[in-house]
């Protein structure tokens, strides 16, 4: 059974930084393909970022890009998700995602194998 347990959401003003982990157990995470993706309350969840098996492949929405960071540590079985001048409009809950096809996945929320249960990440204005 795999298990994905999201941390380091919070409050916070815009401009500033939040940095998410994801941790994962079960199966073999240097062979999943590692996603984030977002929800704000009344809106369909969203792709945010996707990094490869090796971490060397990386891809994000436009409307992270140049903010956000996705890197991995296959040794520490976790992914995390750097966040900095955060906007308002990032306000969502974010869910760590594994995908078993890889090695560089999608980003395609039905191609996800495994979900996390989510963290709230609110950005203040």
């Known amino acids: 059974q795999v298990q994905l347990v999201e941390s380091g959401g919070g409050l916070v003003q815009a401009g500033g930084s939040l940095r998410l982990s994801c941790a994962t157990s079960?199966?073999?995470?240097?062979?999943?393909?590692m996603g984030w993706f977002r929800q704000d309350p009344g809106k369909e969840r969203e792709f945010v970022a996707r990094?490869?098996?090796?971490?060397?492949?990386?891809y994000y929405a436009d409307s992270v890009k140049g903010r956000f960071t996705i890197s991995r540590d296959n040794a520490k079985n976790t992914v995390y998700l750097q966040m900095d001048s955060l906007k308002p409009q990032d306000t969502a809950v974010y869910y760590c995602?594994?995908?078993?096809?890889?090695?560089?996945?999608?980003?395609?929320?039905?191609?996800?194998?495994?979900w996390g249960q989510g963290t709230q990440v609110t950005v203040s204005s």
């Open positions: 990094i490869s098996w090796g971490g060397t492949s990386t």
């Open positions: 995602a594994a995908e078993k096809m890889g090695p560089f996945g999608t980003a395609q929320e039905d191609d996800y194998d495994y």
């Open positions: 079960g199966g073999t995470f240097s062979r999943y393909v």
